[in-house]
């Protein structure tokens, strides 16, 4: 058995240290020691891209990578995408609580493009997807089909064919240059692009 190592990690804004084995995986360290469960497993070799969170801004596959890696680093995960629920919002934008539909306010922008274009179906390789696509967008607020195929090369999704993935991309990258040209609040952005039809 080995020594346990300190873990030093800032996790969606929030400061974390733990004590872990050097041999865990990050993937396991952000489901089992953060419970962040967004992070899938799927390969367990860095093929498949369903484990992929931001690593200091930078899509990296969590299965590939030890936890003591990043011990004062900073990385993003799925569940740091999207701002707190607020159910009053859902209310006051929607009207009605208890529909399926998410509150828009609520998803990032990439997010929401994904809900309004199908851009997932069984959602076991979206928090990868999403988290590529990110970082994609956070470089890159013009890019091509052809670009946003080819960072999504690195994921295999067995329902969606990927159509509907380059175009919820291109959408959330419109709405991204529009909250930045006309100087809008997120809110205001989500709510004519997503909501209002």
Not at 129 to 139: N, S
Request: hydrophobic share 40%; charged share 25%; with cysteine.
């Amino acid at each position: 058995m080995y020594a346990k190592q300190a873990v030093r990690v800032t996790v969606n804004g929030t400061a974390f240290v733990r004590e872990v084995e050097p041999r865990m995986l990050l993937s396991d360290f952000i489901r089992h020691e953060l419970s962040l469960t967004g992070t899938h497993v799927g390969c367990e070799h860095g093929v498949c891209g369903a484990c992929t969170i931001l690593l200091e801004g930078q899509p990296v596959r969590s299965c590939l990578t030890l936890a003591v890696q990043i011990d004062g680093k900073t990385l993003r995960t799925i569940e740091g995408l999207a701002t707190t629920e607020d159910a009053e919002a859902r209310r006051e934008l929607l009207g009605n609580n208890e529909e399926a539909r998410p509150i828009t306010d609520a998803l990032s922008v990439l997010q929401a493009a994904f809900w309004k274009h199908q851009g997932l179906q069984c959602g076991f390789c979206t928090p990868g997807v999403l988290m590529t696509m990110e970082a994609l967008l956070t470089e890159n607020d013009t890019p091509t089909r052809e670009e946003v195929r080819d960072a999504l090369s690195g994921h295999i999704c067995r329902c969606t064919g990927y159509h509907d993935i380059v175009d919820s991309v291109m959408a959330a990258a419109e709405v991204k240059r529009s909250l930045a040209h006309e100087g809008l609040s997120t809110r205001d952005v989500l709510r004519r692009s997503f909501v209002v039809d």
